[in-house]
């Protein structure tokens, strides 16, 4: 069930989106410097070759670690509506490695986060509050 | 009383994935390197080489393209097969003690970490080919793993769990197999 209370939260502007072309209402701050892009671009470049000699379950790990690098790069210039989101959920993706080894355990972790992370992206595209 | 440390030593040895900044003295890092020289090697050709990292932007570069660095090491020694070795002595590159040496001498630096009060960690998650550019190897080095040595941070630590609970009994046969 979709929490549609949290769309009471008031947007900032709406910008266009780079993908579709379609409005959105994503906050238009800036919260990656270059330096920061950078760093995760090399990280996600280097995982998707090193994957290809590595077991298949190291993918999430890679995918988690670039996570949990972006959210420790952006969490401050974010936004109040992401910040909650990513200090509640990324910032103990470092457990989850541990539960790896338990594969129904991680599956239930993943999909807590997927969970959120949905919820997350409704807060940021719900319509502004009418006045 | 002697092998009893030994044994110790080896027992409690686990890779550590959080250090702090605390720098490590240049006696221990020797000490680290010469036991590494007596590790066995096939053949006693000694094909591996050792370069030792310290250096801070250049320890963060490496970092950045090794996925599998979870520590921020303030010392890295990178294990390198020298080719110009293993061709002296025509081995063929296939030869499986190649890979024996590099595991042998990682073993060994660790424990001599371990035995020096450090911690360790080998690092084989990178890309060979930015680490031969960012540390500008001759063209004879192949990169072949990190180890990571350096103070362990008091924080939980992340790592992976065991898949399931494993004792040496579980490892081994004895004899012949029926
Ligand atoms: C060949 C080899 C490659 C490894 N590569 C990595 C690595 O890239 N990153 C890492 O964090 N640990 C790495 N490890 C460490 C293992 O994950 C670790 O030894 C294992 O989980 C058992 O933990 P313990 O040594 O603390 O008992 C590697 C170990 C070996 C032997």
Redesign the pocket.
């Known amino acids: 069930m979709i929490d549609w209370a949290i769309c009471a939260v008031k947007q900032a502007e709406p910008h266009e989106t780079v993908s579709g072309g379609q409005s959105t209402l994503m906050s238009e701050n800036w919260v990656l410097k270059e330096e920061e892009a950078v760093e995760l671009l090399a990280l996600l470049i280097t995982s998707a070759r090193i994957q290809m000699e590595e077991p298949a379950h190291y993918g999430p790990l890679r995918l988690l670690t670039a996570t949990e690098r972006l959210s420790a790069m952006i969490v401050e210039r974010a936004s109040e509506k992401s910040r909650a989101f990513l200090q509640e959920n990324v910032d103990r993706i470092p457990d989850m490695h541990m539960a790896m080894s338990d594969g129904e355990a991680y599956i239930a972790a993943l999909d807590e986060r997927c969970r959120a992370v949905a919820a997350c992206l409704l807060r940021h595209s719900c319509p502004p509050e009418e006045e | 009383m002697m092998s009893e440390a030994v044994l110790n030593n080896i027992k409690t ?5 959080a250090m702090t900044d605390e720098p490590v003295a240049r006696e221990q890092i020797e000490a680290i390197l010469e036991a590494a020289r007596w590790a066995p090697s096939g053949g006693n050709l000694r094909p591996n080489r050792y370069i030792v990292i310290q250096d801070a932007a250049t320890r963060r570069l490496i970092r950045l393209v ?6 921020q090491a303030p010392v890295l020694i990178l294990i390198c097969t020298n080719w110009d070795v293993v061709a002296e002595h025509n081995v063929p590159p296939t030869d499986r003690a190649l890979l024996i040496d ?2 042998t001498a ?2 060994t630096m ?1 424990l001599a970490a371990q035995a020096l009060g450090l911690a360790s ?6 890309s060979k080919e930015a680490v031969k550019i960012i540390l500008n190897l001759p063209a004879s080095y192949s990169p072949e ?2 180890i990571c040595i350096g103070h362990k941070a008091e924080i939980v630590q992340t ?2 769990r ?1 898949w399931k609970k494993i004792s040496w009994r579980d490892l081994t046969h004895w004899e012949r197999f029926k």
């Open positions: 040895r686990r890779v550590v994935r090794s996925p599998g660095m979870f520590q590099i595991g990682a073993q660790l960690g080998p690092v084989t998650s990178y793993m990190f790592g992976m065991a």
